[in-house]
């Protein structure tokens, strides 16, 4: 079985900085894709950014590019989100989530991660 923890959001000002971390637990060693995803309320969850498992390719929203940064430590099982320049567009419940099938890829679609955290909310102020 695979848990996924976040933690690191909060409450911050436009152009402040946050650092969002997941730590995944398996009970068997598996490679993933991990991807981050967000949903702002009354909207739909949409794709922020994914790393594959030996970290050779990432994506990014479109919009979050240049301000976001995906990374990960597999000796720790830690994935990370460093947020720079945050908007208060970027306020959402932002969540981790695990593809075990498609490990060398990176993965956009929300449909194809297997497993999700619980969620960690981001609130951008102006």
């Known amino acids: 079985q695979v848990q996924l923890v976040e933690s690191g959001g909060g409450l911050v000002q436009a152009g402040a900085s946050l650092r969002l971390s997941c730590a995944l637990s398996a009970s068997t060693l598996r490679q993933y894709t991990m991807g981050w995803f967000r949903q702002a309320p009354e909207k739909e969850r949409e794709f922020v950014a994914t790393?594959?498992?030996?970290?050779?390719?990432?994506r990014y929203l479109d919009s979050v590019k240049g301000r976001f940064t995906i990374s990960q430590e597999k000796v720790k099982n830690m994935v990370y989100l460093q947020m720079d320049s945050l908007k208060p567009e970027d306020t959402a419940v932002y969540y981790c989530?695990?593809?075990?099938?498609?490990?060398?890829?990176?993965?956009?679609?929300?449909?194809?991660?297997?497993?999700w955290g619980q969620g960690t909310q981001v609130t951008v102020s102006s």
């Open positions: 989530a695990a593809d075990i099938h498609q490990p060398w890829a990176a993965v956009t679609a929300a449909e194809d991660y297997d497993y």
């Open positions: 790393i594959n498992w030996n970290g050779s390719r990432t």
